[in-house]
């Protein structure tokens, strides 16, 4: 598995969001449908054809987004939001497989981050992208997606 770290640039987006407790993640899949069908109403959508999954995770919940990137955010249409991502350290890599095995990616994730000494900044928000020409396959159960968790930096 490649693993990196990167800095990802300012991102405003534009989407819907759902708060849940761990053990309702199999409505998570529901969540990326009800978007897609509302994807036409958002504005000023980025050229770039992809899906950011924003999402902060507690200790016994967490909330999850499913957006859009927007050049700007001026209307945000009904029962949406509509925020920034600040410019952020992640340490990166890319899930192919099947659903139940994203944990074990994250596990390698901070296994990797423990290993190298990077600790993950839990005020940002995690990302999860998912890119238009990986979307038949995800559909189909065989996901690839890239994860994106925030570090922090120590200067």
């Known amino acids: 598995m490649d693993i990196q770290v990167v800095e990802k640039n300012e991102l405003r987006v534009v989407g819907i969001s ?18 897609e069908q509302r994807l036409e109403e958002i504005s000023f959508k980025t050229e770039e054809p992809f899906l950011i999954a924003p999402f902060h995770s507690r200790e ?3 909330t999850y987004y499913v957006t859009a990137p927007v050049e700007k955010i001026t209307e945000i249409p009904e ?12 340490v990166v890599t890319t899930h192919k497989g099947k659903p139940d095995e994203v944990e074990n990616t994250y596990n390698l994730l901070f296994t990797w981050m423990k290993e190298y000494g990077y600790e993950q900044d839990h005020q940002a928000l995690s990302l999860e992208i998912y890119k238009e020409e990986h979307k038949a396959q995800n559909a189909s159960g065989d996901l ?3 994860i994106y968790l925030p570090v922090m930096v120590y200067k």
Do not use: A, R
């Open 60 to 62: 016994t919940e967490f």
């Open 79 to 90: 029962g949406m939001v509509g925020f920034t991502i600040p410019s952020k350290n992640y």
């Open 144 to 146: 690839h997606f890239e």
């Open 18 to 35: 759902w708060n849940g407790s761990y053990t309702e993640t199999n409505k998570i899949p529901k969540l990326f449908t009800k978007f």
